[in-house]
């Protein structure tokens, strides 16, 4: 009997959870930490949708099992947003499928088109599904950049010449999460031309697209004429309607894509509980205030975090979008690395962020940074900041008003 089991071999320890633990050790020491390690929206959903869920919940029947691809109206709801935000016609019968978050669905289409051996091109640094879902499935990742620009391109045909068996599938993520990068619809018609020429399906990650800050609305892959020969997108409510405990997502594209993913969930659950797929569709179908309002709140809360830790002595780039900013270690701390950095802060600042290099290799020198406490919490982060950066003999600079 072996002690080792295949699966596991491949799965290292995941970095960001020895961070975790710290922080729930000092949380149940009584410690106030600052918690801008995870990205858990700290606002609920709109009264609208609770009251639907509510509703129908009180329904005798709506406790048995549901449907594993979706109700129908969810499905209806979700392709008539794509008409809607994107301008992009969607049959919710067949190009549509509900997932349990975006991080299930990704991780379902893995098992259900790869196969040991196969090669799939996947963005470092990125959020770990993006990888491990398709390790756990048994294939090889080769790791290409998360900048689209033109060294983006060259890997991608680097990866393609040099690459045994050549790689069948790309995964991509923008806004990506964890760098916060955003890309143009020139971008996605380029990706999508390759993909057609080079065989490759398209993976994209859209968790983030309605949190933009640059007055340029994220496109979605699928607005490119024929994009949906190659490509699948995900979605999810958990950013957009504060929603994440909810686990609700969708994945929208190719038809061949969508039979195959559902055909193995049709294996693995009955879908989410009828009422939250209710309350859902109340999201989708309802008034659409809370978008702006949410949209509104981050950029914000990004405005007083890259100004707040500025003067404490950090500078951090002003993220263009999602809720994350990608922040470099201050350059007298970078030796440091990211996971015992964010220890540092943890014990001495009381402030959690989320190490880079549990993110991929070219995620170290970085750490992320949720913007999921208010505006006090985040300037009583930065004072924070400011004194453990004092006492490592790091000059902050002289404040005219407080951190």
């Excluded at 691809?69 to 994107?86: H, T």
């Excluded at 998360?146 to 599938?169: G, K």
């Amino acid at each position: 009997m072996s002690e080792e089991f295949y699966r596991m071999k491949r799965l290292p320890p995941y970095v960001i959870a020895e961070v975790n633990a710290m922080r729930a050790a000092a949380r149940a020491a009584g410690e106030d930490i600052i918690d801008l390690g995870m990205g858990n929206p700290d606002l609920p959903p709109p009264d609208h949708v609770i009251d639907k869920l509510v509703e129908v919940a009180r329904k005798p029947s709506a406790h048995g099992y549901s449907q594993s691809r979706g109700i129908p109206g969810l499905r209806k709801a979700q392709a008539n947003y794509y008409g809607r935000r994107f301008g992009v016609d969607i049959d919710p019968e067949t190009e549509v499928v509900v997932t349990m978050g975006s991080k299930e669905g990704l991780a379902s289409l893995a098992t259900a088109i790869t196969e040991p051996g196969d090669v799939v091109l996947a963005p470092n640094p990125s959020y770990p599904i993006h990888t491990f879902g398709f390790i756990i499935a048994g294939a090889t990742i080769r790791s290409v950049p998360t900048t689209p620009d033109e060294n983006y391109f060259r890997s991608l045909d680097r990866a393609m010449a040099f690459t045994v068996p050549r790689p069948s599938i790309l995964v991509v993520n923008y806004p990506s999460n964890p760098t916060a990068e955003t890309v143009d619809l020139a971008f996605y018609e380029r990706l999508v031309a390759w993909a057609k020429e080079n065989k490759v399906w398209i993976l994209s990650d859209l968790a983030y697209s309605e949190l933009y800050y640059d007055g340029n609305p994220t496109p979605s892959i699928l607005q490119v004429p024929g994009a949906k020969d190659v490509a699948i997108e995900f979605t999810s409510l958990s950013k957009t309607y504060s929603m994440a405990g909810w686990r609700m997502g969708f994945a929208v594209g190719n038809a061949k894509l969508i039979a195959a993913m559902t055909r193995v969930k049709s294996y693995l659950d009955y879908g989410a509980f009828t009422p939250i797929q209710a309350a859902a569709c109340a999201a989708l179908n309802g008034p659409q205030d809370i978008v702006e309002k949410n949209r509104l709140l981050y950029h914000k809360r990004r405005d007083v975090l890259v100004e707040s830790f500025s003067r404490a002595g950090w500078d951090i780039p002003a993220a263009r979008a999602s809720m994350f900013c990608w922040a470099p270690l201050p350059p007298a701390l970078k030796d440091m690395g990211s996971l015992e950095f964010s220890k540092q802060l943890l014990t001495h600042a009381k402030v959690a962020v989320a190490p880079g290099v549990g993110y991929g290799e070219d995620g170290e020198g970085f750490v992320r940074i949720a913007m999921v406490e208010n505006e006090q919490r985040l300037r009583q982060a930065a004072r924070n900041i400011k004194a453990y950066l004092k006492s490592m003999g790091i000059n902050t600079p002289s404040s005219k008003g407080a951190a």
